[in-house]
């Protein structure tokens, strides 16, 4: 068969066209040439040979490898009739010698005693006879190590012959032994039906050949033959419990053997002695007190068995809460945090203090044993024997057998066991957490036994998803322990390779020369690029190494700068141990994690999870590690969707940087391309600068944003967006507390590169401040409806950025959008001068758009509508019309001022007087509410109206700059400065649709997003109007809101003393001190405060511990003054009726004081923008500034609330002349008049006054009769 046969051969089997053959149709392909089986084994051989992976054979290689397949089935072939011809008795097995003769004959001159011992290694009994099946892949495979000498193979063939002959002497007395002791044979007829069972398993599973051809190693031979179970037994936990002690003695006995042995190679013998003995010691009761007649018991260990693993999980949780207790003695006794961890340890130590011999721990094993098995008896009884806990006990104990056979000596044995039987915490302090100190000391083993050596790597298999399908939820629970213990073994020899291995001094070395900031700097971008590699779904692992070598340098320099302010000393050894140890806690944590959710888990949510471990095991995402080194976070499913809207928040300030660079580059080839041709272009820089980002060439980055050196001449990011989040939530949290308005800091954590390159540092500290938010256990507390407005915030943001062409108008506005909450407080200095620089960026567009004679585009929406349910996708939907309405308000705005046919009505304003211009602004705005603007010649008016109201303001805002700056202000002055205005209102708009969003729902957004459909179609523009006809003086919008809050915040304290007086009786209140009253009142506060964020209104009810008021809240106060000026203009009679009332009002009185306070708020907040009936002016602002500083004081005068609210509900209806008045308010007068004579006739003085003189009392009572 040619060539060119073989390769039409290729393709005939390659008929997806996918370019690869896999293993299996090789297999197929072999056996139709030779009508008989070729191993599935000799397959992958032949491929791992020729391609160095398994699985997959592509077009260059095919040829090569049915080549190889074809050596390894000759040798197969030829090497069976010489092991048949060798297997003298017909025994289906050889001695050693001969098993040695056969490597020798196929493997020629390349024979190698380094292959020869692996082949040894890999059985279980290596003096044991050789099987067929257990030698031929040896035989086909290539050898490796040097060649042997002759003189190596004639030592080997002595020492093959002693132990031949040793092993049949075991074997001659192990028999005589079985033969004496009666339940030793027992265990040997157990143990043949276990291997009957084994074998009879595989003629089920694998077919009648190779039960015949049985070699007794695979692992899968050992599952039971009983069918796939779905739920754990108490039995099924016991067993375990069992077995685990069973392996943790046959560990210890085994290191008994190891210490006791005089000569090498006698351990095997040592050990099996030891183990009969000792199981003859236990079973017979006498193991006390003749344990030191065991080889090597008086040799001694580290530690005792209790110092090695410590405490059972109960008896440790309880020695801990013991520890804190003595920890406050301590503090209380004055005590440095040093020397109460030193006496904790010391303590810890003495109570922990045993018989550190190996006989001791082996007596320890067994009353621990007893000890562990009582504590999970009572953890089980506790929580009512549920499935659940039984299965979680089951699988921790599943995951301590393999760390049993995973380490080699008992010490790190012990302690890796012990460590798994407890809850771990992580980076905990090792002064009083005498875990963390077993954690070290585990790493310290561990850093020790592979110093020196490579690292191991995992091997590349796949979960199969159809022998799962097959299996039992028990088995996948195992499976699913497995491939998470396995995991984590890798993660920890990649972490201890790049931590002592050939990379790792460099990689000290250079975190060494830089600034623990530096470090921390480049720890971010190197986070930043491990995203992007995780993103991107590389194949490349040497890149994931590069990035975690470097990454664990910068780690190891931090961490020992930690481990330096506890320590005097701190060694190399030290902070790798300290390193090894975080990653070690981190994996506990992980495990725990997992394990608490296990039983809940159904078959396919278990199969999910194994292959989510086994693709991170096999493809060495080392997600641990990076989580320790680089910091890196596992977000869940809800929380990967705010990171997204913050990476589309990016992304979209990234395009407009690159869209300009396009533009520059291109000049005016870009205006003649097609919008498909522009996605392409676009598409390609994205690419390359994703591929600078992920390479961390952040200086390259600069070649993208446009002409040469523009990158040094654009503004900072940080001049153009402002802070970063995290520096402003602590500022703006400061304002709210001390009322005054920080500015913010000039310099940033960063030094600046350019544009593009800034955007990353900028989005790691923004990220970093989200996921601080989400694991705030406030954040958590919150409903997901209140959750998800950081989505849509996040959204909103990447949507203003979109709708800009312009990278420094998107960069600013979307700078000043992160703070437009701090809006209507008011904004700080600095984004004060940048909401000035946006409208003059803004301005010089415009004016740039007609020199060039361009039209101006009107936004366009094409996003499809939301799904019924999806509320954040409608609040932004609503958002996102709002937006486009308001850039149609700017652009309005600007053709006005900017219009120099406008002159003309300019100069006839100049000659109005200012009462004039202020007469003159609230009529057009009166005449702008009585229009129609659907209909045509309204919007004609409605034209008029903004025409003669933008030259007015025009006037008016020249003549302001003018006194202000001292000089004559130009036209472009005078536009910014009114565009900045606003921006302003805008901001305002925004801040309160995102504080009010929650309480609207889907329809009301639907309804909202309509009118502002039809806002844009009618061409109305709202806030324009509010700028152009309000008054100059805005400076007391403020003052206004914060009288009001103070107001409500007063008549709040006497409610909630009310509260407090029915919780703890009116006799103890007054008894008791009022710092004290002052203290509980405001936690009472502080509480209920934080229950309005929240929106909890059950909570509101429930804080009041059962107050309740026996009138309605609106019978007690009645309406507040702005809706009562209402009602006063809708009648003409001196007493107007009361509204009807709410029944939820008596029931949640906390939440209607707040309801009421929105309202007022509300309607004052119309009357400044001039939006109802009435316009309040600077004048009419101070004197309702007045009006609710005196409502406050009579608040804070009258007592209980009853009274308290009473007074401030009839102060707010005060009219000039007494009318008219609320039908309710005279029955108020009398609970006012009512409580005022109690509280006189309580006094002694006027007790006595009244009874001296009866006429006081009358006049009393004729006071409260006209009242």
């Not at 481990?563 to 060694?571: D, F, G, H, P, T």
Request: glycine share 6%.
């Amino acid at each position: 068969m040619g060539i060119q046969d073989l390769t039409a051969l290729f393709n005939n089997l390659d008929t997806a066209c996918k370019g690869f053959v896999t293993n299996e149709q090789i297999v197929g392909f072999y056996q139709s040439i030779y009508l008989a089986p070729v191993a599935i084994e000799h397959v992958d051989g032949a491929i791992q040979a020729v391609c160095g992976t398994l699985g997959t054979v592509t077009r260059s290689h095919f040829i090569d490898v049915l080549e190889e397949l074809e050596r390894r089935r000759s040798i197969d072939e030829q090497s069976y009739w010489d092991f048949q011809a060798l297997d003298y008795n017909g025994t289906n097995r050889i001695c050693l010698k001969d098993a040695f003769l056969l490597f020798r004959e196929f493997h020629q001159e390349r024979f190698s005693m380094f292959t020869w011992q692996k082949f040894l290694e890999s059985r279980t009994f290596p003096g044991a006879d050789v099987y067929f099946d257990e030698i031929r892949f040896w035989l086909c495979g290539y050898p490796q190590g040097e060649p042997a000498s002759l003189e190596q193979i004639t030592k080997e063939e002595a020492r093959l012959e002693r132990i031949q002959g040793q092993h049949g002497l075991e074997g001659y007395n192990a028999y005589k032994v079985l033969q004496d002791d009666g339940n030793e044979t027992q265990e040997y007829q157990d143990e043949m039906q276990h291997h009957i069972k084994r074998r009879m398993n595989k003629w089920k599973k694998q077919g009648l050949e190779a039960m015949l051809f049985d070699d007794g190693m695979e692992v899968e031979d050992l599952e039971s033959l009983d069918a796939s179970k779905d739920h754990v037994t108490l039995s099924d936990l016991m067993d375990a419990l069992e077995t685990k002690y069973d392996l943790l003695r046959e560990k210890l006995l085994l290191e008994m053997a190891n210490l006791s042995s005089a000569v090498e190679g006698d351990q095997s013998e040592i050990f099996r002695e030891l183990c009969k003995k000792e199981r003859q010691l236990r079973r017979t009761g006498t193991l006390g007190t003749e344990v030191n007649s065991l080889s090597g018991a008086r040799m001694s260990l580290p530690y005792s068995l209790f110092g090695m693993m410590g405490n059972v999980r109960t008896k440790d949780r309880k020695q801990k809460e013991e520890a804190e207790k003595r920890i406050k003695d301590l503090e209380m006794q004055g005590h440095f945090k040093d020397e109460i961890g030193k006496i904790i340890m010391a303590e810890y130590r003495e109570a922990l203090d045993d018989d550190s011999t190996c006989g001791g721990a082996l007596l320890a094993i067994n009353s621990r044993y007893q000890e562990e098995k009582e504590a999970i008896l009572s953890v089980i009884k506790n929580k009512g024997g549920q499935t659940g806990t039984i299965t979680m006990e089951t699988s921790r104990l599943s995951r301590q057998h393999l760390l049993i056979t995973e380490e080699a000596d008992f010490h790190p044995c012990a302690l890796a066991v012990g460590l798994a039987e407890r809850p771990q915490g992580y980076k905990t302090s090792r002064l009083t957490d005498w875990d963390r100190v077993r954690c070290e000391s585990l790493a310290k083993l561990r850093l020790l036994a592979k110093k020196g050596r490579k690292q191991i790597k995992s091997p590349h298999m796949y979960a199969d998803t159809d022998q799962m399908e097959e299996m039992g939820v028990v088995d996948l629970q195992k499976k699913l322990v497995v491939e998470l213990v396995e995991k984590h073994k890798y993660e920890r020899e990649a972490a201890i390779y790049m931590l002592q291995g050939r990379d790792s001094e460099n990689s000290k070395v250079v975190a060494k020369s830089m600034t623990q900031g530096e470090r921390n700097k480049l720890l971010k971008t190197l986070r930043n690029r491990h995203t992007n590699w995780k993103n991107s779904r590389s194949e490349d692992n040497q890149v994931l190494y590069t990035i975690l070598q470097e990454g664990i340098g910068l780690y190891y320099e931090n961490r020992k700068v930690d481990l330096q302010e506890s320590q005097s000393k701190v060694s190399e050894d030290d902070t790798n141990e300290a390193v090894l140890a975080d990653l070690q806690q981190r994996q506990e944590g992980e495990f725990q994690l997992v394990v608490e959710d296990i039983a809940l888990k159904s078959k396919e949510g278990l199969m999910k999870l194994i292959c989510i471990n086994n693709k991170q095991r096999v493809e060495e995402h080392l997600d641990n590690v990076a989580f320790v080194v680089l910091g890196t976070v596992e977000l869940s499913e809800g929380d990967r969707e705010f990171v997204k809207a913050l990476e589309e928040k990016y992304d979209a300030l990234r395009d407009r940087v690159l869209y300009m660079g396009l533009k520059d580059d291109m000049k005016g080839e870009w205006k003649r391309m097609t919008e498909k041709e522009k996605r392409k272009e676009l598409k390609d820089r994205r690419k390359q600068e994703k591929k600078l980002r992920g390479a961390g060439n952040v200086e390259e980055m600069g070649d993208l944003i446009g002409l040469k050196h523009k990158a040094k001449m654009l503004p900072t990011l940080r001049k153009l967006m402002g802070e970063e989040r995290g520096e402003f939530e602590a500022r703006f949290t400061k304002q709210k507390t001390s009322g005054q308005i920080l500015d913010e800091s000039s310099k940033g954590s960063y030094e600046p590169v350019n544009v593009l390159a800034d955007l990353i540092p900028r989005y790691d500290e923004e990220l970093d401040v989200l996921v601080m938010w989400l694991n705030k256990p406030e954040t958590k507390s919150l409903s997901i409806k209140q959750q998800r407005i950081k989505i849509l915030q996040l959204k909103l943001e990447a949507l203003a950025a979109e709708m800009e062409e312009d990278f420094e108008v998107a960069a600013m506005f979307v700078g000043l959008l992160e703070r437009v909450l701090s809006s209507p407080s008011g904004r700080h200095a600095t984004d004060n001068v940048r909401q000035r620089d946006l409208a003059k960026r803004r301005t010089q567009l415009r004016s740039q758009r007609l020199q060039q004679n361009q039209v101006y585009e009107k936004q366009m929406i094409t996003a499809l509508d939301p799904t019924h349910g999806d509320t954040t996708g409608w609040q932004l939907c609503y958002l996102r019309e709002v937006l486009a309405r308001q850039e149609g308000e700017r652009e309005h705005l600007l053709q006005f001022l900017q219009d120099d046919s406008m002159d003309d009505l300019r100069e006839a304003a100049a000659m109005m007087a200012e009462s004039e211009t202020k007469a003159r602004l609230a009529e057009l705005h009166t005449k702008r509410r009585r229009l129609d603007l659907s209909n045509q010649d309204d919007q004609e008016e409605y034209t008029s109206i903004l025409e003669e109201a933008v030259a007015i303001r025009y006037v008016c805002k020249k003549q302001q700059i003018q006194k202000e700056t001292r000089r004559e202000p130009t036209k472009d002055d005078v536009t910014v400065s009114i565009l900045k205005d606003l921006q302003e209102e805008q901001d305002n708009e925004i801040a309160a649709i995102l504080e009010n969003l929650l309480n609207l729902s889907e329809e009301d957004l639907r309804d909202l997003r309509t009118e502002e459909r039809e806002k844009r179609e009618n061409r109305a523009v709202p806030n324009v109007l509010i700028v152009l006809t309000q008054s100059e003086s805005k400076t007391h919008q403020q003052e206004l809101l914060t009288a009001l809050q103070h107001k409500y915040e007063s008549v709040q304290a006497a409610l909630l003393t009310e509260t407090l007086i029915h919780k703890h009786g009116e006799a103890a209140w007054n008894k008791m001190a009022d710092k004290e009253k002052q203290q509980q009142l405001r936690a009472l506060t502080q509480e209920v405060e934080l229950l309005r964020r929240e929106g909890n209104n059950v909570g509101l009810i429930e804080v009041l511990e059962g107050f309740h008021l026996d009138k309605t809240f609106s019978s007690i106060m009645g309406v507040h003054r702005f809706l009562f000026l209402e009602l006063v203009r809708d009648t003409e009679e001196d007493w107007i009726p009361e509204p009807t009332e709410e029944e939820q009002i008596m029931k949640n009185p906390l939440l209607n004081l707040w309801l009421r306070f929105e309202s007022e708020k509300k309607n004052i907040l119309q009357k400044l923008k001039g939006l109802d009936e009435e316009y309040m002016g600077e004048q009419d602002q101070l004197i309702c500034i007045v009006r609710l500083t005196r409502e406050t004081l009579l608040s804070q005068n009258s007592g209980r609330f009853l009274v308290s609210a009473t007074v401030v509900g009839l102060a707010e209806r005060q009219m000039e002349e007494g009318k008219p008045r609320m039908t309710g308010d005279k029955a108020r007068y009398e609970r006012v008049a009512r409580h005022k004579m109690s509280s006189t006739t309580k006094k002694t003085s006027y007790r006595d006054q009244v009874s001296r003189e009866p006429g006081l009392l009358a006049q009393m009572n004729a006071v409260m009769e006209l009242l």
